[in-house]
């Protein structure tokens, strides 16, 4: 029973020390900079949700059009006036093509 005690506090000594060391990886997860520490991470961790795109990458060529940067030749830039000349009036007399034939309607 004498020998129990030391014995008991010798093991604890040793024991202690080395199971209160932080593991490392510990030191990770706690980190904030983790990009895995994430709420939906901790309570799945196989999720992937917001780690990737939700749409996959466009592949070849772009099919969208290429917008033109504004610039005062093609009117993306000034002040909104209407540069275009004065509209003509409608010609409402309706022009007949020729005819080959002399005989006029």
């Known amino acids: 029973m004498k020998l129990t005690l ?6 604890m000594a040793v024991w202690l ?5 932080a593991q490392p990886w510990l ?4 980190n904030g900079n983790n ?7 901790r309570a799945n961790p196989n999720s992937r949700q917001g780690s990737v795109p939700a749409t996959p990458p466009v592949r070849g060529p772009s099919t969208q059009p290429v917008p033109r940067t504004p610039t005062v030749e093609n009117r993306g830039i000034g002040n909104g006036e209407n540069l275009r000349r004065q509209q003509r009036t409608p010609n ?3 022009t007949r093509p020729p005819r080959d034939n002399p005989r006029a309607p």
């Open 6 to 11: 030391p014995l008991l506090v010798i093991g």
């Open 92 to 94: 409402l007399e309706p």
């Open 17 to 21: 020390p080395t199971h209160a060391t």
């Open 27 to 30: 030191h990770i997860a706690a």
């Open 35 to 41: 990009p895995y520490n994430s709420p939906v991470q």
